[in-house]
C-alpha cells in the first residue's frame, strides 16, 4: 500500500485496447475510475499516468513502462492508503466520502 506506480502505454503494448475498454467501463460508472480499479489490482496507493517514457523502466512487454515509488501524502490511519489530502476526519479523501455519508445515515 506504500507504493506509488508511474505508468506510460503506447499503442505497442499488447494489453492497449484492453485498458481502453476497462477506462471507458470505468467511465460510464460515477466513483469507478480506471485509477482505483488498477489501485486495488496491484494493492498500491497511487497510479500516475505520465505522458512520455522518459525517466520510466521498460518492461518485458512493449510499450509498457513503469516506476515504482512511495506513494507521496500521509498514510490514512482508517485503510493505511497514502493520499496527499487530508480531511477534517484526519483521513484519506475515500474515507472521508465514507465517513460523512455514515452520518447521513445515522
Do not use: M
Not at 77 to 98: A, K, L, T
Amino acid at each position: 500500500l506504500e507504493a506509488q506506480v508511474l505508468l506510460y502505454v503506447d499503442e505497442r503494448f499488447s494489453g492497449y485496447e484492453a485498458l481502453n475498454r476497462l477506462k471507458k467501463l470505468c467511465d460510464a460508472f460515477d466513483n469507478i475510475t480506471l485509477n482505483r480499479v488498477l489501485e486495488e489490482l496491484f494493492v498500491i496507493s497511487q497510479v500516475v499516468w505520465q505522458n512520455d517514457a522518459h525517466d520510466l523502466q521498460s518492461t518485458a512487454h512493449d510499450g509498457l513502462y513503469v516506476a515504482v515509488s512511495h506513494a507521496d501524502g500521509d498514510k490514512c490511519p482508517r485503510c493505511w492508503h497514502w493520499d496527499v489530502y487530508v480531511s477534517s476526519y484526519n483521513v484519506c479523501e475515500r474515507c472521508s466520502q465514507v465517513l460523512s455519508v455514515g452520518q447521513w445515515t445515522q
